[in-house]
């Protein structure tokens, strides 16, 4: 693969960062995750005012212009030969001896990669996921877009152990999110459900293509907190990502959501989504 790093298109294994960098010693850095099928970048305007508004909150400046980033998507995507699959972006604060205490000036460090992967034929479309709860363990900024993911990481590995698909998290009774996605329900009156926003969870880009699509096909939502309780009488639920867009959940903690089969609505909405988005 070629990485882009600083200004540079380099082969994966001479694109290097310094041991002293911010993003290594203290996660901090922040992220993006974007699609490409056929070539064409999904939601990439959501995308990249996600990753400003990232960038705001922690006060890294943001090393290159908005033209520059959008030709650098298109360019990573046509370097690697990319039809499908996903462009990863990470700006760390840059590099400094190691301290707690960061100087204002650092110059951000930008790393590009892609990864080819089918994202329009997942094989868990069909089948669904099954999840499992964890305890809400992350840090109570989850609107900004960090690489602080270790407690997503050790929680999803553990339940994959297990044999569940992801973890759901929960907190004060409440679902906040799944490990990386947002997530959803269909109650048995036909409503989506979704958490409101808030510093709670992420801001999810494919969250809000699907509220408007939902709202566009004459759906009912609403978004607010749902609990646990609530997620198992539910008729259906479903995750969102820029990686599997809409992705039915059909069981939490091994009891079945409605029958236990992937509903009608999920995959309705995954439908539309990728029309609209093609
Ligand atoms: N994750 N919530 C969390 C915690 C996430 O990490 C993500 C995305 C989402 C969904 O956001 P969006 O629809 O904008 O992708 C929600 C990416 C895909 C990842 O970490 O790989």
Do not use: C
């Not at 908005?66 to 604060?93: F, M, P, V």
């Not at 109570?140 to 050790?154: C, D, E, G």
């Not at 198992?232 to 820029?242: H, L, V």
């Amino acid at each position: 693969r070629t990485v882009y790093l600083n200004g540079e298109w380099l082969p994966e294994a001479d694109a290097k960062v310094s041991v002293f960098d911010r993003g290594f010693l203290f996660a901090d850095a922040i992220y993006e995750v974007t699609a490409v099928i056929d070539g064409k970048l999904i939601a990439y305007p959501g995308h990249a005012a996600r990753l400003r508004r990232s960038l705001d909150a922690l006060g890294i400046p943001m090393p290159v212009g908005d033209d520059e980033l959008l030709a650098l998507h298109k360019e990573i995507a046509r370097r690697n030969t990319i039809q499908e699959g996903l462009i990863y972006l990470q700006i760390s604060r840059g590099a400094q001896d190691r301290d707690f205490v960061f100087p204002q000036d650092l110059a951000p460090t930008l790393v590009m990669f892609t990864q080819a992967k089918r994202v329009l034929d997942n094989p868990k479309w069909k089948t669904g996921l099954s999840l499992q709860t964890v305890p809400e363990g992350r840090w109570a900024q989850r609107q900004i877009k960090t690489v602080q993911l270790l407690y997503s990481s050790l929680m999803k590995t553990e339940a994959a152990r297990k044999g569940y698909d992801d973890v759901l998290f929960v907190e004060d009774g409440y679902i906040t999110e799944a490990s990386s996605a947002n997530f959803h329900i269909i109650t048995t009156d036909g409503t989506l459900v979704t958490r409101d926003l808030s510093n709670a969870l992420l801001h999810g880009i494919t969250r809000g293509s699907i509220l408007d699509l939902a709202q566009r096909a004459g759906l009912k939502a609403e978004e607010r907190s749902f609990t646990v309780d609530e997620t198992r009488s539910a008729a259906e639920a479903f995750i969102t990502s820029a990686s599997s867009f809409v992705m039915p959940v059909v069981s939490l903690d091994g009891h079945k959501i409605g029958d236990g089969t992937v509903g009608p609505t999920s995959r309705r909405l995954l439908e539309i989504y990728i029309e609209d988005q093609l």
